[in-house]
C-alpha cells in the first residue's frame, strides 16, 4: 500500500466465484484513491451453493501488489434472491472499519 502523507492507493476489486476455474473477474484500477467506486457489471454463469469471494487490493508499480482487505460472502446470503449491502473487510489494517458495497442480481 501507499503510506505517507499524500500517499493515496490505486485500488482495484478481483472476484471470484470459490471452487469454480476461470469464474473470476476484476475491476479497473481507481488511481490515487481511498473510497474508490467501481460501478462495473460482471456475468457469470453460477453453480449453487458456491460462495463470492472479494479482495481488495493496491496496485503497485514495481512491486507485487498490497492486500488492502478481503471478504467471502456465502451462498445463502445472495442466492436465489440476491443481496445489496454492505461486506465487512477483513485485514484491512490495524482497527480500520472498512466496507466493500454490493448489489448481487440472481
Known amino acids: ?3 505517507g502523507l499524500f500517499n493515496k492507493s490505486d485500488p482495484y476489486c478481483i472476484c471470484e466465484v470459490i471452487g469454480q476455474e476461470g469464474a473470476t473477474f476484476r475491476t479497473t484500477t ?3 484513491n481511498l473510497e474508490p467506486s467501481w ?3 460482471w456475468t457469470v454463469a453460477y453453480d449453487e451453493g458456491a460462495a ?3 479482495m481488495i487490493k493496491d496496485e503497485d508499480f514495481g512491486k507485487a501488489d498490497d492486500v488492502l482487505g478481503e471478504a ?3 451462498s445463502k446470503e445472495f442466492f ?10 477483513v485485514n484491512a489494517g490495524k482497527q ?3 466496507l466493500l458495497s454490493v448489489r448481487i442480481d440472481v
Open 96 to 98: 480500520a472499519k472498512a
Open 72 to 74: 467471502v460472502l456465502d
Open 39 to 41: 460501478n462495473e457489471d
Open 80 to 89: 436465489p434472491n440476491g443481496f445489496v449491502g454492505d461486506i465487512p473487510l
Open 30 to 32: 481507481v488511481k490515487d
Open 1 to 3: 500500500a501507499d503510506w
Open 52 to 54: 463470492l469471494k472479494f
